[in-house]
């Protein structure tokens, strides 16, 4: 367990200075393929199991592993947000929104819950409701860069003074 702990904070360093770099020079292709945008939440009993097969991608057994529990009538508020995880990989856009709404019902602040509600959102065109989900993120968590970085993509714009401030404050603390 301790290693996919420290496998998810190195992850989260990474993702933090890519981030502040792409900001830095305005580039949207600072993340190259391999890189994961989007966050794994806290480490379960069941996560353990499913994050080698994310890892692996292998999105058809995780699937046929939640469908398995969801069988057996055991239930996990984490189950939602993999769902999210899983249709969001087959481009299932609604589905995964229906997932990722359904696990925020019972963990409404959740980071990395509201952080791939709002990249799925990006997907299907929903601008608007991203930019909310991802100012949201900020005013829970002012040093989640993901965030920002999420705005960014939308339109460099929605970073306004008040949140380079934030993120100058952020880069000037690594």
Do not use: C
Not at 33 to 61: C, Q, W
Not at 67 to 93: A, D, H, P, S, V
Not at 129 to 147: F, G, P, W
Request: proline share 1%; net charge positive.
């Amino acid at each position: 367990m301790w290693a996919v702990t420290r496998s998810i904070k190195f992850q989260n360093k990474l993702a933090k200075e890519a981030i502040i770099n792409a900001l830095k020079s305005k580039s949207t292709d600072m993340f190259q393929d391999g890189m994961i945008i989007r966050a794994f939440t806290n480490v379960t009993e069941n996560s353990i199991e499913i994050f080698h097969l994310f890892k692996n991608k292998e999105y058809v057994k995780a699937l046929t592993y939640f469908l398995n529990l969801k069988k057996k009538n055991i239930k996990n508020k984490i189950f939602n947000f993999y769902l999210g995880l899983i249709y969001f990989e087959f481009n299932k856009f609604t589905k995964s929104i229906f997932y990722y709404n359904k696990f925020l019902k019972k963990e409404p602040k959740s980071e990395a819950g509201l952080l791939n509600l709002a990249i799925a959102k990006q997907a299907i065109g929903e601008l608007v409701s991203a930019k909310e989900l991802y100012l949201e993120i900020i005013n829970i968590n002012q040093l989640n860069v993901r965030a920002y970085y999420g705005l960014y993509l939308l339109d460099a714009n929605f970073l306004n003074d008040d949140l380079f401030k934030l993120l100058y404050e952020i880069s000037k603390d690594n």
